[in-house]
């Protein structure tokens, strides 16, 4: 049986305003304006034994920290969201809904109930209690734990436990902003240093392998809250060279590429017949910052100016091979709090001079 798996690529959109100007360029080199395009890249696998249901993933850069509460690179978040599950996620049009919160309420926006089902299984059959709850947000008002994450919890002022299954968040001041901490993979209590390489989750997958720069092999956990995965496991393997990952998708030792191909190699891999190019809304994007302490720049018109003078359609349909589209701010297209009507700038070079004056 032959399968198809999917990757994808962030393309841009471009974003103007008075201080962010169109411009859509590839994030790693100019700015440029964005909500891209999630490109999906899959390799068509010759038939695999039945019992070899492993999907094959290639990843630019290895993880650096499978705690979810240190780890920011993005492999190793791509790593969290397999291997542990939150209180919180968010859905298509970017709200904050319930993961494993069975109930989640407020009345003040000051006080967060939350509360997870009974027999959510961490990997090592330990059911997930409120303890384990409480002792994942606890770390970061702990002063010795590092993480570059604490700072998004500034406003936290203690988690209390209610009973064996529910907590309740205390802020120190109301914030209407807090649920979308909340997104973050629930460890154990008592969870040490260990983490960063053998980490315990109750995601859909546990560990079975980590080789830093090389490797992580994930199986499927068969006591998953709702359900285990249908696949026999994930191998993410570590190809640091773009065009050698390509190479690995044509030659079908990767089956999926998840946002690490750039455009103009998604376009010549698109016309391979063996591989399946899929697209879909992204939340990356670029954009052109201005000083607004320069002299210069803090006339709105010269702002305008670059808006007018920058050929945002030529990037998105050249640099960015169509996947990109232009927007109107940095919010996404599909959010919920995206406003489209506000004002754009079409290319208009002339105008640009025009608002540049003489000279």
């Known amino acids: 049986m032959t399968s198809c798996q999917f990757t994808r690529r962030h393309g841009g959109k471009h974003v103007h305003s008075q201080e962010l100007f169109r411009v859509s360029v590839p994030p790693c080199g100019l700015t440029g304006m964005l909500f891209l395009f999630s490109l999906f890249l899959a390799a068509c696998s010759p038939p695999r034994p039945a019992s070899d249901t492993t999907i094959i993933v290639g990843l630019a850069n290895s993880p650096t920290n499978l705690d979810p509460g240190v780890g920011l690179d993005e492999a190793s978040q791509k790593l969290h969201q397999l291997l542990f599950r939150s209180l919180l996620k968010t859905d298509a049009s970017l709200r904050v809904v319930p993961d494993l919160a069975s109930r989640f309420e407020t009345t003040d926006s000051m006080n967060y109930l939350a509360e997870i089902p009974h027999g959510v299984r961490f990997h090592d059959g330990r059911e997930m209690t409120s303890d384990d709850v409480a002792f994942t947000f606890r770390r970061f008002l ?55 390489r053998s980490p315990i989750g109750s995601g859909p997958y546990r560990l079975a392998e980590f080789v830093p720069d090389d490797h992580a092999t994930l199986a499927p956990f068969a006591d998953a809250y709702g ?21 690995e998708l044509r030659k079908r ?41 320069d002299p210069s720049l803090k006339d709105p018109r010269v702002r305008w100016a670059v808006a007018y003078a920058v050929d945002a359609p030529a990037i998105v349909e050249h640099l ?21 009507h506000v004002k754009q700038f079409s290319h208009d070079p002339a105008e640009a001079r025009r608002l540049l004056g003489p000279g």
């Open 142 to 196: 702990d002063p010795a734990f590092s993480s570059g994450r604490k700072g998004a919890y500034s406003a936290l002022a203690s988690v209390d436990i209610v009973d064996r299954y529910t907590v309740m968040f205390r802020l120190r001041a109301p914030s209407a902003s807090f649920p979308i901490n909340l997104i973050m993979g629930i460890v154990p209590a008592g969870t040490g240093p260990e983490a960063i």
């Open 227 to 247: 359900g285990a995965p249908a696949n026999g496991g994930l191998l993410f393997k570590v190809v640091p060279d773009e065009t050698m990952r390509g190479l």
């Open 253 to 293: 030792s990767v089956d999926l590429v998840v946002n690490d191909l750039s455009p103009d190699l998604v376009h010549g891999l698109a016309e391979i017949p063996t591989l399946a190019v899929t697209t879909a809304p992204g939340t990356d994007y670029a954009y052109i910052g201005f000083n607004l302490n």
């Open 320 to 340: 960015r091979r169509g996947l990109a589209r232009l927007t109107t701010g940095i919010v996404p297209s599909m959010s919920w709090a995206f406003e489209g």
